[in-house]
Each structure stands twice: as C-alpha cells, then as structure tokens.
C-alpha cells in the first residue's frame, strides 16, 4: 500500500473545515519544513489554520515525531542534569548555553 499523497492545499481544507489532521498529516508538515521543501505562506497558513482550529494531541505529536527524527543525540553522563519535573504549567526556565570540555551545557539556570 502506498502513502498517501499529501499537499499543503489538502491540509489547509481539512483544517478550514474544522477536522482534525492524522499525526502523519503533521509529521509531513514539519518534514516539509524541515527540508526546505514547502511555500513560507503555505506554512504560516498552516499554522495560522491549525492554531484556529485548535491543535490536538495527535497533531503535535506528528509534529514532534517529524523534529525528534533529526535531532542529534548528546551524551549526557547524568552528572549535570537537571530536573525540571518540579515546573509549574506555564513555568519558564532561563538558562545559558555555554561550550564545556565535554560539549554543551547549561549554566545559569533560573525560574521565571
């Protein structure tokens, strides 16, 4: 069985209608994105639709899957990790992104 054939015009009527997208749906999205492949008004339109529409769970996992299947892993040793399980919904976390010896790391980390 083959993929369905996707379009940005498919999207946008789905979401003006008001029906909700498949993850798949928004996995294609952000792939499009993500490869420099897609119109920048199509996207804002996309955004602009889904926002008004009100984004499921499905939707935002599609769109996290389509980022999470580019990220880069880092190794972490746990010696500096930080838990932000504690955060209050709506909670900001500042921090500054410095080089260490063995990578990334954050310094400086505060609540908002």
């Not at 769970?57 to 580019?70: K, P, Q, T, V």
């Amino acid at each position: 069985m083959t993929a369905p054939v996707r379009t940005w015009p498919q999207l946008l009527a789905t979401l003006l209608r008001g029906d909700d997208l498949t993850a798949d749906d928004t996995r294609w999205a952000m792939s499009e994105v993500m490869d420099d492949a897609h119109e920048p008004v199509a996207f804002a339109g996309f955004l602009i639709a889904l926002r008004a529409k009100g984004e499921t769970a499905g939707e935002i996992s599609g769109l996290l899957g389509a980022l999470m299947d580019r990220v880069t892993p880092l190794p972490v040793d746990g010696s500096q990790v930080v838990d932000i399980v504690e955060l209050q919904e709506g909670q900001k976390v500042n921090f500054d992104v410095t080089q260490g010896q063995k990578g990334p790391q954050a310094e400086n980390i505060t609540t908002a």
